[in-house]
């Protein structure tokens, strides 16, 4: 029996330090996925207007079909030249061999600007606008409500819209990594602090149990272990549920038993840390539940996986709880039935 308080205890103490853990780094956790996110965007929407460059002067007129090619001359013998349409190709940096054809949708009533799509991308390229401007690409996130040519040009000539998705953020990012540009329009991928800040960003790790774990995985890796811990509780939970006499020598507050006063002080301190114990896991659970919005594909099933067996561990943890009062009250009452006999054993002996 002792045994298997004593593997309960460490149990539920391991669980109090992963979860605190958690807590600790949690919003490091959470900066180190928008940073991801952020350099994910920042790549994507200079693959998109890197890729459109020479397309600007094709790109401006008026067109009702979707673009997916750009035309340009090329000699084939001497003094003749052909026409030849080129596919658009979307070359993604930082991603070895990664690349996607893009194809461009005009915009009703507006010359000159598209919507952006592409086929299957590690990135979120279809999330944007481009637009031809003065013989120059600009490119806008999706979202932006333009609907006129005198809205693309106010957003790309007076009101500097023309960046990637989260710029505002992604902009305090970057000037905290170095990097000395003042607008998107200063974003190129071969700029040391630009690239830097791009392999920190998508590279970035944390530590469970010495075991380093990218950060999209952490969370998942957190719920994972709590989860874990719980299920070995199982056992010694059911070595505890018949058993009826707690050890002499066991120092653990939750099987501490004792009468009168103190009795009653001792099971409203037991009852608040069984309280903790059964918040914790759903207290990580509260915290994960905003960094799923940042988690992509496997890693969100892995997420939810995880997270689905974190809830049932305040289910064990009741089970624990009341198997430990179960047996604190086996053991008062042998106590008690014991007590008559040692007390008349000891008057016939006077």
């Excluded at 084939?76 to 690349?99: F, K, Y």
């Excluded at 996130?141 to 005198?150: A, G, H, Y």
């Amino acid at each position: 029996m002792g045994e298997a308080i004593k593997q309960l205890r460490s149990s539920l103490t391991t669980m109090l330090s992963v979860a605190i853990l958690w807590l600790v780094t949690v919003q490091a956790v959470g900066d180190a996925l928008a940073r991801r996110q952020h350099a994910k965007e920042l790549i994507a929407w200079l693959s998109v207007r890197d890729s459109l460059v020479g397309g600007a002067d094709q790109l401006s007129q008026h067109t009702s079909t979707a673009v997916t090619c750009f035309i340009r001359i090329v000699p084939v013998q001497s003094g003749t030249e052909v026409e030849e349409c080129s596919p658009i190709v979307a070359n993604i940096p930082t991603m070895e061999h990664a690349s996607s054809t893009l194809s461009l949708t005009p915009l009703p009533e507006i010359a000159g600007a598209y919507r952006v799509s592409a086929t299957a991308s590690p990135l979120n390229l279809s999330s944007y606008f481009a637009a031809s401007i003065n013989g120059r690409i600009w490119v806008f996130p999706s979202e932006l409500s333009l609907k006129t040519t005198r809205d693309f040009y106010n957003a790309a000539l007076r009101d500097g819209l023309a960046s990637p998705r989260h710029w505002p953020a992604m902009r305090s990012e970057l000037l905290s990594a170095g990097w000395g540009g003042g607008t998107a329009e200063g974003l190129k991928i071969n700029d040391p602090d630009i690239s830097k800040f791009v392999a920190q960003a998508l590279t970035a790790t944390f530590t469970v149990a010495s075991i380093p774990i990218s950060a999209p995985m952490y969370p998942a890796a957190v719920a994972t272990f709590i989860s874990l811990i719980c299920l070995l509780m199982i056992g010694p939970i059911l070595k505890i549920r018949i058993g009826t006499k707690i050890p002499d020598d066991e120092p653990w507050i939750l099987v501490a038993h004792s009468r009168g006063r103190i009795g009653t002080v001792l099971k409203v301190i037991k009852i608040a840390i069984a309280l903790i114990y059964v918040s914790l896991p759903l207290v990580v659970f509260a915290t994960q539940l905003r960094l799923r919005l940042l988690l992509e594909g496997s890693e969100l099933a892995l997420w939810i996986a995880a997270n689905t067996l974190l809830l049932i561990c305040p289910v064990i943890i009741i089970i624990a709880a009341i198997s430990l009062r179960r047996l604190e009250a086996h053991h008062s009452a042998s106590t008690s039935m014991c007590s008559p006999v040692e007390n008349t054993a000891a008057t016939t002996t006077s």
